[in-house]
């Protein structure tokens, strides 16, 4: 299958600081990249989809001015955590789509955000 | 009504024995079918994908669609303890965010494979 990366895989911050992390496909150009926050013993939770060059959407009740998402390329997708508090702290993983990867959706390993 | 549904488990089977995984969907008009798997700490794996009715193998793994009951499983021949992990169940429907839709997923189902 087809490679997507994330980074960092582990942060640890403190409370009102912002967190950035990097969602790259490695192998393919994804026009659609996928994030999403796992809370433990839960399923996954769709928080927005973004398509390269345009605006993320994001599902209801999930504050886009909390997440940022950008979308600037066809191999990378970033998702800033602004001024996280410690019920921030969760799972994210993003995951990609592409023409070029057979149009399955591939996830990234993850990063684990612990907030203080 | 929830999108997909599955049996959350834990289903737990001796090593060797087939494991049977069962999931159900709303959208009739639903087209693509996806397996995940998790393990404990880890991000969700593609196993399996199916399109059409019918069976589709791969090694171990053979996935069944039934598009009339709205019906997908999973069956792992010759478990293992290392297939020891949550399996997910998606379906690809039209949503907001991508003319290609989004995948709903199931709760998962625990398998534990015991040697």
């Known amino acids: 299958g087809a490679v997507v990366s994330q980074h960092p895989s582990r942060v640890i911050c403190k409370s009102g600081t912002s967190v950035k992390i990097e969602c790259r496909s490695l192998d393919f150009q994804a026009t659609t990249m996928f994030w999403y926050r796992q809370f433990p013993k839960q399923s996954l939770m769709l928080m927005a989809t973004?398509?390269?060059?345009?605006?993320?959407?994001?599902e209801q009740g999930v504050e886009k001015d909390k997440f940022l998402i950008n979308h600037a390329s066809l191999t990378l997708s970033t998702l800033t955590v602004t001024s996280a508090h410690p019920e921030d702290s969760s799972f994210y993983i993003c995951s990609a789509r592409g023409w070029s990867a057979g149009n399955e959706q591939f996830f990234g390993p993850g990063t684990r955000l612990t907030v203080l | 009504q929830k999108e997909v549904e599955q049996n959350s488990g834990p289903l737990s089977v001796p090593e060797g024995a087939i494991a049977s995984l069962n999931c159900t969907y709303s959208d009739r008009g639903s087209q693509s079918f996806f397996w995940y798997r998790q393990y404990s700490g880890k991000s969700p794996e593609l196993i399996m994908s199916?399109?059409?009715?019918g069976d589709k193998e791969d090694g171990r793994f053979t996935a069944q669609l039934n598009k009339a009951s709205q019906y997908v499983s999973l069956l792992i021949r010759d478990s293992q303890p290392s297939d020891s992990a949550t399996y997910l169940c998606a379906v690809n429907k039209k949503g907001r965010g991508s003319t290609l839709g989004r995948l709903y997923f199931g709760r998962g189902t625990q398998l534990t494979v015991w040697p």
């Open positions: 199916i399109y059409s009715n």
């Open positions: 973004s398509n390269e060059g345009s605006k993320a959407t994001y």
